[in-house]
């Protein structure tokens, strides 16, 4: 929305008294984002299970994206990306700020877990990020939910341009003690609180919203919703790991999933080859789905409150989920899941939902990213971007306005050893997964391999990845894996 231009004082006299300076105000921001969340894991995607009223009426709203991918296969460099506005091999954070130890059945006491690279790891202090450009605009933010870009002070929230945080720094709780393998993580501002254990945190993020929101109501917000649902528990005990944690009134929404509840024998191999007796996948999923419903009320009080304020048409909401579905989640149509090169790692459900400048109902099949999330809010707002900082995405209203065509053309992946490129409707995957060059417009699910019909193509996006590598190399590096 762009801001009124008055001139004069008996203009913009004359304005308020009609009732016209509303329309002129900054756009609010409420950007939500679900973890781990599948392609087919909301009914206004295609699923026939799960329900999810109040995206859905999000999606009647807005405009629904159906080709949109975020930077990174799992969650860390994802959020990184999301917040940049750059990949995750530019700003540094290009793989998961977490200890491994704990899927070896390793347990941490207190005072060790302290020196891990899970507790001092995190986001470049030289990164600029989005809240600290919105403040420069007179935005208030908050953050509630999974930060997961690094614990100590200085790359907690508040030292990264948020006014308000509750939520947990690191990568994955418990949902309802709060704790990461044992060590308490929840956190309001700067400090660790365990005020709030044993309720069901999707609730808790719900209440920090709706606080600041009532607080910050009559002046431009940003408030910023990443929801730990319906990622898998992080508790030491397998039965609890195995996936999500549902409230019982949201499972007992699922009765033919919950006819079939039970348990079965499970070699867990990361805990030191033992075998357990765990949920069964009916129960799993169940837990996955009622997850997922609990949350979409969450988002249906948020959204609620916008509307109940007159709000709702100068809000832009965002949803997405910050990976491919993982665990128990449904991706189809799409081949593999959280963590991987193929369009089920990385290919994510997206709403885009803004009253006052985008159409209600549309679905938009333009190839975009995550990356454009940043430069959009700040053209949105007529923010100033970073000066001097490269920005690897650029404003996607006027492709949801149905004006233009996505200017993106490209987009590169790499996790470790694994690589993908995307150019055009040409895909290549290399990785310890599987290997290939797809055509997505005619195989969406990446079944057939073309690269010994299609040299060339193959050939092409392997040096678009090579050159990619290389602008990415010649970056001012960036911790805490780079050396700099
Ligand atoms: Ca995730």
Not at 172 to 183: F, K, L
Not at 187 to 202: A, Q
Not at 214 to 227: G, I, N
């Amino acid at each position: 929305m762009k801001r009124l231009n008055l001139k004069s004082s008996s203009l913009l006299l004359a304005a308020m008294a009609w009732g016209f300076l509303s329309i002129g105000k900054e756009p609010n921001i409420v950007l939500i984002v679900s973890d781990d969340q599948g392609y087919r894991d909301l009914g206004c995607f295609g699923s026939d299970e799960i329900k999810t009223p109040h995206l859905d009426h999000l999606a009647k709203g807005g405009v629904k994206l159906t080709n949109f991918y975020v930077a990174w296969p799992a969650c860390t460099p994802s959020r990184g990306a999301l917040l940049s506005g750059r990949y995750p091999q530019r700003n540094g954070i290009y793989d998961m700020i977490r200890n491994e130890a704990p899927d070896y059945g390793y347990k941490y006491k207190l005072g060790e877990y302290e020196g891990t690279f899970e507790r001092v790891g995190g986001m470049d202090e030289r990164e600029i990020l989005l809240p600290e450009v919105l403040a420069k605009s007179g935005y208030a933010s908050a953050i509630f939910g999974k930060w997961d870009l690094g614990v100590h002070k200085r790359f907690l929230p508040l030292s990264r341009g948020f006014d308000d945080f509750y939520g947990f720094a690191n990568t994955g709780i418990d949902y309802y003690t709060h704790e990461r393998y044992g060590v308490p993580s929840m956190f309001r501002n700067f400090k660790t609180t365990t005020k709030d254990k044993g309720i069901y945190c999707t609730s808790l993020f719900e209440r920090e919203a709706l606080r600041f929101l009532r607080q910050e109501k009559d002046r431009p917000f940003f408030l910023y919703l990443p929801f730990n649902a319906p990622h898998g528990a992080s508790n030491l005990d397998p039965v609890i790991r195995g996936g999500a944690q549902s409230p019982e009134k949201h499972k007992a929404l699922y009765p033919e999933l919950q006819a079939r509840v039970g348990t079965e024998k499970r070699t867990v191999r990361r805990y030191g080859s033992k075998t357990y007796t765990v949920p069964n996948k009916a129960a799993r999923r169940l837990e996955f789905v009622g997850s997922v419903t609990a949350m979409d009320e969450s988002i249906g009080k948020i959204l609620s409150f916008l509307e109940k304020h007159e709000l709702a048409e100068n809000t832009i909401v965002i949803f997405l989920s910050d990976n491919g579905g993982g665990g128990a989640a449904d991706n189809f149509p799409l081949r593999g899941n959280k963590g991987q090169m193929f369009e089920g790692g990385i290919r994510v459900p997206c709403i885009v939902r803004w009253p006052a400048m985008l159409p209600a109902g549309e679905t938009c099949d333009e190839f975009l990213t995550s990356l454009e999330v940043f430069p959009t809010l700040c053209e949105a707002v007529e923010a100033k971007k970073p000066k001097g900082v490269k920005l690897d995405g650029f404003d996607m209203i006027p492709v949801l306005q149905g004006k233009k065509k996505s200017k993106r053309m490209e987009m590169f992946w790499q996790r470790r050893l694994d690589k993908a490129a995307r150019v055009g409707h040409w895909k290549w995957v290399e990785s310890g997964r599987g290997n290939g060059l797809f055509d997505l417009r005619k195989d969406l699910s990446e079944k057939k391999d073309l690269s010994a019909e299609r040299p060339e193509i193959l050939k092409k996006l392997k040096d678009r990845f090579a050159n990619w590598k290389k602008e990415m190399a010649d970056a001012e590096p960036r911790g805490p894996f780079r050396d700099y």
